[in-house]
């Protein structure tokens, strides 16, 4: 059928673009748990300073059931004098804990930086066991997972609530120092992807990186396992350039808040705070961001991240008399290769994340460095593995549901590997993280995630049964690890401000549960200055190690006969160590990431008899190191400025910081809340133009508009209410074309509603008017995802109408041609099972979804009629490149003048017909599976089945009772998979084997959105 561009696809398709981020806005924006942790998600902890514990903090104690979870009761909210804090029940301890200091930060950021808006929108979003947080750029609201971070990255110094809130608070303000341009007030918040697409990612991450050091007791400008990622390449003269920053080609991971860090705390340290502000407040009128940095401080960027290399060279030359251990496994390719499960003289194992972030259990041979990949799964963190003498290798690891409420949910449970039958789930109870056996395998702890702190759990390791052993009122334990024998535990305690090397003997009796805290003994690091500790390790003669940056840098330190002293160090820095025969095994970094290394074990003991440069809680400033001449350095640059900027009280605006809005603090009333309703609201709108052309080459020109709104990525993105509309108006031609798709989450169920008005030319030159709608509801059965691994069932019904009409010539919408329409309703099952094959490195997938729709069609028969269709797809093959082949079949047995209800059996961006029965659709595709999958597809149709009636609509039709389409389809399309949520854009090129066709008229642009099966397509 030939078709004119009348309806406005082009526009739909932008409205679709726009409304899919809006939907990836949930995956956060700055993953401010990037840089360390070896998941995507990773659930490590800190501590809370909430008054009171969460129900969920007692349950399922002596228990090997599931853990069982508060219930879902809607969304709730409360304010603060500059917050709105957006939660449900299980997550209202986290919000009131933010909500404690949230005023108190917003007046921090205001005199240190600028004064944030005078009102922000805080999600709060639980159940997820993801560690980060995120500033939503359009907006302008901020967003937070409930699981505490573990992560020594950030530091255990300050309160990891407050840490995240200030690094998001700056976001905010820098992102709204300037007043909204022209576009964004007049079209709405998304004009103001011009201005973010300007910023450079390493400004962005560097300068709230600075400031949550700045403005907390912590921060990861004042850890010692932050200083490793830029310290290892500086040892190394591995250092990136600056062009490099954000490509992620080279490590160190997360380079645009390791290396923004560095140039803006440069300016930090040589030009002040305020410096950082001025650089935001200069943007605009005319400056780019990098003549901002030029007009400041008198220095390109570039050239200060240069000044920033080489004061770190000097500040760490001494660091290089250190000897350093060979690495374990020699690889160019970056990677992180962490503390390992366990050590002999035979293997070693650990968990390994590629360079494309994969997280696999690895066993390595000390001796020759080979590597072998035991299996691949979601690793919480890098303490997610452990292992025995015996051979007992146990993991926690993360499943992910989204059948229930509030939607998508992400546990972690504890898994048995073994060589021959692969993973067996061990416990159903949740939340278990960072299992830890003794060498003898008789006895397993983990960490609990129990409310907003961590607790300490003993793990049966043949059944297990789950029983609390150990838990503090505003403290959380973690890094748990037991003796050889497996009557000592060691771990770390945190309360917000320091983490305390504590040790308890493990219950004999069932009696002695839980380990009552006056019974621990508090090793070190619990009173005077604060050291940065972690990685606590028994050895086999019962002493303890742990890491300590106690003299100026990371060193394995050993309690023994009550004394504390470094065994190990390393030029970038060691933090856990085990013998392996005639050699010490130890953790340390690289530049390549975090590397294992290998020293003669009559080194151990052997330490440098200096001090290390970095002072334990002093910030890694740069400012004194930058040049020998700060004197002179002032005076070169101010006439830099001068030279480069001659006109500069013209064309610089003014800079002024905004202090005229009063400091504020609005007493916290948690009792005040109130049931959140997630509405819609209008992010962009545009004008629109369009243009068609009749078959005797009359032109006629419309014009009109499309509007997107969304509400707030609640769960995740999960349950995001999204509406988009467009409506042309032809005044000459008395026509309207018009699409609207809204998708509104209702308890598990999403409701969709499509409508669409299209007019076009058949090939036989007639003019159609085709109206359609679709209500429908989609409800998940079952939907779970273990790494790869995925099974998902979900019911969907609805209900279609559509209406057509047709005449030889053009007519007016208000014409009196009459109608052909039809009421169907649909029933749908959709089903999707994939599965990875044992070795990781095979994947194969299948798909089923069959309809049932029966309609109706007033005035051209009384009876109803039934038809059905069904797509099965199958695919297969490496994780580079796959194959797929895929069925569609459709049989509508329906009057030759009915409108046909929208269906996928279809090629896409094309109308069928009644005038046969049966529709079949085979395609082959070659598919990329990469972040956004790509496929190169080809299609043919074979149209079949007489319809009972013994009526069509073409005499072909009636004289072939099977039929191949002469037309081949071609093209590419990119597919977008979030959740339950699939969008696929593409282009398609229609062509044959006769020559002659025009290329521009079977040339199609498409988009569909599913939401779990059928939905709507273009």
């Known amino acids: 059928m030939k078709r004119c561009a009348i309806t406005p696809n082009f526009f739909r398709i932008t409205v679709m673009l726009v409304a899919f981020p809006a939907l990836a806005y949930s995956a956060p924006a700055p993953k401010t748990a990037e840089i360390a942790l070896p998941g995507s998600a990773p659930p490590s902890s800190t501590v809370s300073i909430s008054p009171a514990p969460s129900s969920t903090a007692n349950s399922a104690a002596n228990s090997g059931t599931q853990k069982q979870e508060m219930p879902f009761t809607g969304w709730k909210q409360f304010s603060t004098g500059h917050f709105r804090f957006i939660y449900e029940d299980a997550s209202k ?96 918040p998304v004009m103001n992807l011009g201005r973010t697409f300007s910023m450079p990612g390493w400004y962005m991450e560097g300068l709230t990186t600075v400031f949550e050091t700045e403005l907390t007791s912590g921060g990861r400008g ?21 062009t490099e920053i954000g490509l992620e080609k080279e490590p160190p991971r997360g380079q645009i808040y390791v290396m923004g860090y560095l140039v803006m705390r440069s300016i930090a340290d040589r030009f002040g705070l305020q410096a950082l502000g001025d650089i935001e407040r200069s943007c605009g009128n005319g400056i780019k961001f990098e003549e901002s940095v030029e007009l400041v401080t008198g220095f390109t960027p570039e050239q200060l991240f240069n000044d920033a290399r080489k004061a770190l060279t000097k500040k760490y030359a001494q660091e290089r008399t250190i000897p350093e251990g060979i690495p374990l496994v020699r690889s ?72 229930g409420m509030p939607g998508k949910t992400t546990s972690a449970d504890l898994y048995v590997w073994d060589d021959t039958t692969g993973l067996r789930q061990l416990t159903s109870h949740g939340g278990l993280y960072q299992p830890a056996l003794s060498r003898t395998g008789n006895k397993l702890v983990a960490v609990e995630l129990a409310g907003p702190r961590y607790r300490l759990v003993e793990v049966d390791p043949a059944s297990g049964a789950v029983t609390v052993l150990s838990e503090a009122h505003g403290k959380s334990y973690i890094h748990p690890a037991l003796s050889h024998d497996g ?50 390790n028994w050895t086999e003669r019962g002493t303890l190690q742990y890491a300590s940056n106690q003299r100026g840098r990371l060193e ?63 910030i890694v400033t740069l400012g004194a190191l930058a040049t020998d001449y700060a004197d002179l350095e002032q005076l070169r640059t101010n006439a830099i400025s001068a030279a480069k900027f001659k006109d500069s009280d013209k064309i610089r605006p003014e800079i002024r910081k905004r202090t005229n809005m009063p400091a504020s603090s609005t007493p916290l009333h948690p009792g005040e ?50 509406i988009a509309a467009s409506a042309l108006w032809y005044p000459e031609a008395g026509q309207v074309t018009a699409s609207i798709i809204a998708d509104l989450p209702v308890h598990t169920f999403n409701c969709l509603f499509y409508g669409n008005r299209m007019i076009s030319f058949d090939e036989d030159s007639r003019f159609i008017e085709y109206t359609e709608a679709l209500a429908s509801i989609s409800m998940p059965i079952v939907y779970e995802s273990f790494w790869n691994d ?59 979804e069959p309809s049932l729709f029966v309609s109706h069609f007033p005035g051209i028969s009384e009876k109803a009629w039934f038809s059905g269709e069904v797509i099965g797809t199958v695919r297969g093959g490496t994780r580079m490149i796959q194959g797929e082949l895929e069925l569609k079949a459709r049989y509508a047995d329906l009057p030759a003048d009915a409108p046909v209800p929208g269906s996928l059996v279809a090629p896409r961006g094309t109308y069928l017909d009644s005038r046969y029965a049966g529709r079949s659709l085979i395609q082959g595709a070659v598919v990329l599976p990469l972040d956004i999958t790509t496929r ?40 977008l998979e979030a959740d339950r949520i699939r969008l696929t854009y593409g282009a398609q090129q229609r062509f044959k084997a006769d020559k002659d066709y025009d290329f521009a008229e079977n040339f199609t642009l498409f988009c569909t959105l599913k939401i779990d099966a059928y939905v709507t397509k273009d």
Not at 222 to 242: G, Q, V, Y
Not at 817 to 841: C, E, H, P
Not at 955 to 970: G, N, R
Request: net charge negative; hydrophobic share 40%; charged share 20%.
């Open 790 to 848: 995925t099974f998902s069932l979900s019911l969907i019904s609805g209900l279609f109408t559509g209406a057509v009409r047709s005449a030889d010539t053009l007519f007016s919408m208000n014409s009196q041609n009459s109608f052909s329409s039809g009421i169907t309703g649909l029933f749908s099952v959709t089903s999707r099972y994939s599965k990875v094959s044992f070795d990781q490195k095979n994947i194969l997938s299948i798909r089923l």
């Open 222 to 242: 004042r850890s010692p396992w932050f200083e490793l990622t830029f310290k290892a390449p500086i040892l190394e003269n591995a250092f990136l350039d600056f």
């Open 556 to 618: 394995v330190w050993e309690i023994e006969n009550g004394q504390s002293k470094p065994v190990l160090a390393d030029p970038a820095g060691a933090f856990w160590l085990a013998p392996a025969g005639d050699l010490i095994c130890y953790a340390s970094y690289a530049a390549s990431g975090y590397t294992l290394k290998v020293k003669p074990a009559a080194e151990l003991g052997s330490v440098p008899p200096f001090d290390g440069p970095s002072v334990p809680g002093a």
């Open 936 to 975: 190169f597809f080809m299609e043919k149709m074979i149209s079949w089945g007489k319809n009972t009636t013994g009526t069509y609509s073409s005499t072909e039709a009636a004289d072939k009772p099977v039929l191949i389409d002469p037309w081949w389809y071609a093209g590419i399309e990119a597919e």
């Open 93 to 188: 301890e986290i919000a009131e804990g933010f909500a404690s200091f949230a005023d108190d930060a917003w007046n921090r950021v205001l005199h240190a930086y600028d004064a944030p808006p005078e009102m922000t929108d805080v999600i709060i979003t639980g159940r997820t066991g993801t560690v980060n947080a995120y500033a939503q750029t359009l907006s302008h609201y901020m967003g937070f997972f409930t699981t505490p971070p573990a992560s020594p990255v950030f530091g255990y110094r300050e309160h990891w609530q407050r840490l995240f809130f200030t690094h998001e608070l700056v976001h905010v303000t820098h992102l709204t120092i300037r007043e909204p341009g022209v576009l964004t007030k007049t079209f709405g």
């Open 332 to 403: 160019s390719e970056r990677a992180d290769r962490y503390r390992p499960a366990f050590v002999s003289e035979k293997e070693i194992l650990t968990i390994r994340t590629d360079k494309d972030s994969k997280d696999a259990a690895v066993r390595i041979d000390p001796a020759t460095g080979e590597e072998t990949v035991l299996f691949e799964g979601n690793f919480p963190d890098e303490f997610s593995l452990t292992a025995a003498e015996n051979g007992l290798i146990i993991a926690s690891l993360s499943k992910t549901r989204y059948q």
């Open 487 to 536: 009557s000592q535990v060691a771990f770390l305690a945190l309360d917000g401000t320091r983490a305390v090397l504590a040790t308890a003997l493990m219950p004999r009796y069932d009696f002695a549960y839980p380990v009552p805290e006056s019974t621990i003994a508090w090793q070190t690091n619990r009173n005077g200055p604060i050291q940065d500790i972690d990685y606590p």
């Open 673 to 722: 809340e109130s049931i959140f309703f997630n509405l819609p609201s209008v992010q962009l709108w545009l004008p629109l133009a369009d243009f068609f052309a009749t078959p005797d080459q009359e032109l006629y020109v419309g014009a009109g508009a499309f509007a997107f709104a969304s509400g707030f990525p609640l769960q995740n993105g999960e349950r995001t209410p999204l």
